[in-house]
């Protein structure tokens, strides 16, 4: 079955940097699109970022372009999300997921449980 | 402000009905399909709906979704307690060019 593991996740200084790492399992990690989604405390899901099956195309919500890129390594079946100039509002659960279809077809089926991600001085 | 909308809150009584609403526009849910998800916070959201009717195997046909022009509507029917949980409609948006979440409706079973 598919597995997704999020990991990195920790407390930061605003300004830092820190990396998060998706360990995937299950499934042909290089035939899908995956995304990162996160979840800030007491607010809603929201998506972050998101990149091709082959690594090509990356999109990105407005907020974290520039600070954000998002990654993967299909030699290990794994997805990065590195974060810079981290801000307060950057604080959240940070879940990555399996995308299927494509842009306007496209939604998430498989889910990880999420790393915390907290920016704090 | 999230760039789609959907009530905060609904709630029905065991074995009721209930439907969610997501309201959007032409950018979005006017030209793209759209998919449902239910969340309890701290665990991995779980897919209900995707392209706009169609439900993964594993979800009872309890779950439907349904969409006309800009508005998208999850249904519930036959409420268990089990059903409590945050849900989220979620399409891609040609305008930002990027996928966008409904703000979320919290269902409570009374």
């Known amino acids: 079955q598919v597995q997704l593991m999020e990991s990195g996740g920790g407390v930061v200084q605003p300004g830092g940097s820190l990396r998060l790492s998706c360990a995937a399992s299950g499934f042909t990690f290089s035939s899908n699109g995956m995304h990162w989604v996160r979840q800030a405390p007491g607010k809603g899901l929201e998506w972050v970022a998101g990149i091709w099956f082959d690594g090509s195309k990356s999109y990105y919500v407005d907020s974290v372009k520039g600070r954000f890129t998002i990654s993967r390594d299909n030699s290990k079946n794994t997805l990065y999300l590195q974060m810079s100039s981290l801000r307060a509002e950057d604080t959240a659960v940070y879940h990555c997921?399996?995308?299927?279809?494509?842009?306007?077809?496209?939604?998430?089926?498989?889910w990880g449980q999420g790393t915390l991600v907290s920016v704090s001085s | 402000q999230s760039v789609l909308t959907q009530p905060p809150s609904v709630s029905a009584a065991p074995g009721q009905k209930v439907t969610i609403s997501c309201s959007g526009s032409s950018s979005n849910i006017g030209n793209s399909y759209v998919s449902w998800y239910q969340h309890l916070p701290g665990t991995a959201p779980k897919l209900l709906i995707y392209e706009n009717n169609k439900r993964p195997s594993g979800i009872p046909d309890r779950f439907s979704g349904s969409k006309s022009g800009t508005s998208a509507t999850l249904g519930i029917t036959g409420l268990q307690t089990g059903d409590e949980a945050d849900y989220y409609c979620?399409?891609?948006?040609?305008?930002?060019?990027?996928?966008?979440f409904g703000g979320g409706t919290k269902l409570t079973v009374l």
């Open positions: 979620a399409t891609w948006d040609s305008s930002l060019s990027a996928w966008v």
């Open positions: 997921a399996r995308g299927l279809g494509v842009l306007s077809d496209g939604y998430w089926d498989s």
